[in-house]
């Protein structure tokens, strides 16, 4: 390209100077400019969305239902009350679920 660009100014500097004459400039800029091949755009691949296999899924869910069942506990021992703990447990899964769910449902 910048070979172009300098055989196109050439062909500007002899215009200006009078060694050729406006007919003769416009020719060879136009063969010039024909002898540029088109230029071929190539597509960017999109990003690949991560995978999520079933064994995932069957991973997080015994990870949440063991951090749901340590939650449960703690909350039983400092309440002292294992019946309001296990409903606090399972009002804060179920909202997280609802948004997960949600969430799923957008994409």
Known sequence: MTAV???LR???AANRTG???PAEYEAAKARLLASIEDAQ???EPEPETPKVS???IVLFIIMALAGLCLFT???AWAIGDLTLAL???ITILAGVTIHAFHKLSKE
């Open 5 to 7: 660009l300098q055989n």
């Open 10 to 12: 050439q062909l500007e």
């Open 19 to 21: 060694a050729l004459s």
């Open 41 to 43: 755009l190539v597509a």
């Open 54 to 56: 079933p064994m995932d």
């Open 73 to 75: 506990a703690l909350m």
């Open 87 to 89: 409903t606090l447990s």
